[in-house]
């Protein structure tokens, strides 16, 4: 399969699975969460799904295994939605590049400051 359909194959279950928790699932513990990303396996047998969630990390860990608990339900739903012979199995896993950019940010940051403490003594 090409990497287009594949892209766009990723770009459709990350907006299904999004309507999904949104609009169906009824699991308060998810709270606000986000789809960063989808990687479909070549064959399609497995996505793992990337999210976020707004607020402490205790929450992100309460979110993403309400996620899991629910994601036989988000798997049958999505199969319902899409015209693909195999739904892929579903793994979700907390998306920690914002992290890592946020803690990249505050690195810079400080170097900064520490350069501008120097110049002004």
Known sequence: MSSVKQ????GIIRKNISDIIQFEVKDADIGFVTIT???VSNDHSYAKVYVTFLGKDARAQAGLRALNRAKG??????SQRLSIRRTPELTFVIDETEMHGRHIDELIASIHKDETEEESE
């Open 73 to 78: 339900f988000i798997r049958s739903a999505l």
């Open 7 to 10: 892209k766009r194959l990723e």
């Open 37 to 39: 990303d989808v990687e």
